[in-house]
Nanobody
Framework: VQLQASGGGLVQAGGSLRLSCKAS???????????WGWYRQAPGKERELVAS???????DYADSVRGRFAISRDNTKRTVYLQMNSLQPEDTAVYYC??????WGQGTQVTVSS
């Protein structure tokens, strides 16, 4: 299984981005059964969980992004998304997707300018 993350870029504060994490080499039943997460790691900081999506469809968010970010999943496309709105400079980080327990995407850089 491989995860390809994309959608990062440079955006001004207040802007939006949508990250995608496409899974290849995984059948639908496996994709559906997994729990997913988006993490981020800013320079000099530990990697932190931003949003999660359980196999049962339950979502959860870090307090810092709740109300601004939304995680979703498209099973037919084998893709997990992270919609990020009202971006702030403190959201600047490399964002990683995780298909639990241990399959990581390669990371996509998000930079928010003030």
């Amino acid at each position: 299984v491989q995860l390809q993350a994309s959608g990062g870029g440079l955006v001004q504060a207040g802007g939006s981005l949508r990250l995608s994490c496409k899974a290849s080499g995984v059948i639908l039943s496996v994709f559906w059964s997994k729990d997913w997460g988006w993490y981020r790691q800013a320079p000099g900081k530990e990697r932190e969980l931003v949003a999660s999506f359980s196999s049962g469809g339950i979502t959860d968010y870090a307090d810092s992004v709740r109300g601004r970010f939304a995680i979703s999943r498209d099973n037919t496309k084998r893709t997990v998304y992270l919609q990020m709105n009202s971006l702030q400079p403190e959201d600047t980080a490399v964002y990683y997707c995780l298909m639990r327990p241990t399959t990581w995407g390669q990371g996509t850089q998000v930079t928010v300018s003030s």
